[in-house]
């Protein structure tokens, strides 16, 4: 008999493929577990030659970029600019949901992951994965303005946004947020604390929540926070 893999797709039945149609590579370190399996030459359906170009350059830029001065900015902090590095090295994607077309999905995602944690266990560039927590509530619900005003920026690497949700006094239970927006004439006074925010010693905008109205999590908002607001 001959073998087979399946390829599940939601939105379309089963696929199978006759497992000596699947294409095997090796790449990177041969000794077993140093590398994903797919790079030691065990099938996967999954990765087409446009990711393992990816994964080419990504390494690359590893390897070129970050491992040289890696100790160093452990100790330091990594300079943002490397964000402009990594976009216009074409290792920091931008796809169609953010106003480009380079190709995405999870298994770019997944070889981004695997081969930026091969420089200080994958925190350096970690700003990355926090802009992309921060800005899809502005992607799908902030107005024309706020995404011109952030979303090309953040997308191009020149500038980073973060979550701004834990307080003191609510972490794990959102609805207990207690930071407080009242609207006054034009603007919003905001008055609280925020506490454990991740990726907040880098960000320009801090996509942050606050209490607009009633106890409970139906009295919640969002509001954008640009870093250099008076009083933070």
Not at 212 to 231: D, Q, R, W, Y
């Amino acid at each position: 008999s001959k073998a087979t893999v399946s390829v599940l797709n939601c939105s379309t039945p089963p696929t199978t493929i006759p497992m000596a149609a699947v294409k095997r590579d090796t790449y990177g370190d041969q000794v077993p577990g140093c590398e994903p399996s797919w790079y030691q030459g065990q099938p996967s359906p999954y990765y087409h030659d446009g990711h393992r170009a990816f994964r080419a350059k990504c390494r690359a830029f590893v390897e070129k970029e970050i491992e040289p001065f890696q100790d160093k900015w452990i100790a330091e902090g990594y300079p943002k600019e490397l964000h402009v590095k990594a976009r216009q090295a074409g290792v920091m994607p931008r796809p169609k949901e953010l106003g480009g077309n380079d190709p995405w999905d999870t298994f770019y995602e997944l070889i981004m992951t695997d081969e930026f944690a091969r420089a200080a266990g994958g925190w350096i560039m970690g700003q990355a994965a926090i802009n992309s927590m921060a800005l899809p509530p502005i992607l799908a619900y902030g107005s024309d303005y706020l995404k011109s005003l952030v979303v090309d920026d953040v997308a191009e690497g020149r500038k980073h946004i973060c979550l701004a949700i834990s307080e003191p006094g609510a972490g794990s239970d959102v609805g207990a947020v207690a930071t407080k927006a009242v609207k006054k004439g034009d603007y919003y006074e905001v008055t609280g604390f925020k506490k454990w925010i991740t990726g907040g010693l880098m960000a320009d905008y801090f996509t942050t929540l606050v209490r607009t109205g009633k106890a409970g999590m139906f009295g919640l908002s969002l509001l954008l926070i640009p870093a250099n607001t008076p009083g933070i």
